[in-house]
């Protein structure tokens, strides 16, 4: 897909949850990563290794809280300025509190 998307001329984006997907979308030569893994933080190696492949980082830092620090980014003054009424919602939102939600 992302050899199609540059014959093509376009960005090729990748939505990887998991760090080992990350990187295989770097290898692969994508342009970006958008909401970026959360399986595991990246070590220094990886990070290197996804600059090293020029991909940009959508962080996506406002999503359903699964265990990864949505109330520490909304109790984080340098954060909550910058968060729309709806980002802060979805922060403030638990499994729980999403009907249809897997709980695994």
Same mark, same amino acid.
Do not use: C, N
């Given at each position: 897909?992302?050899?199609?998307?540059?014959?093509?001329?376009?960005?090729?984006?990748?939505?990887?949850?998991?760090?080992?997907?990350?990187?295989?979308?770097?290898?692969?030569?994508?342009?970006?990563?958008?909401?970026?893994?959360?399986?595991?933080?990246?070590?220094?190696?990886?990070? /290197?290794?996804?600059?090293?492949?020029? @991909?940009? =980082?959508? #962080?996506? +830092? !406002?999503?359903?809280? *699964?265990?990864?620090? /949505?109330?520490?980014?909304?109790?984080? @003054?340098? =954060?909550? #300025?910058? +968060? !729309?009424?709806?980002? *802060?919602?979805?922060?403030?939102?638990?499994?729980?509190?999403?009907?249809?939600?897997?709980?695994?």
């Amino acid at each position: 897909m992302i050899a199609a998307a540059h014959r093509h001329r376009r960005r090729a984006v990748v939505h990887a949850e998991k760090l080992s997907l990350a990187l295989t979308a770097v290898r692969a030569a994508a342009d970006g990563l958008v909401h970026v893994f959360w399986d595991t933080e990246g070590g220094p190696d990886d990070i /290197a290794e996804i600059r090293r492949g020029g @991909a940009f =980082v959508v #962080p996506t +830092l !406002s999503v359903v809280d *699964r265990g990864i620090g /949505a109330r520490d980014l909304l109790a984080d @003054a340098r =954060v909550t #300025p910058w +968060l !729309s009424g709806a980002q *802060r919602y979805l922060l403030e939102q638990r499994p729980e509190d999403r009907p249809g939600r897997p709980t695994s």
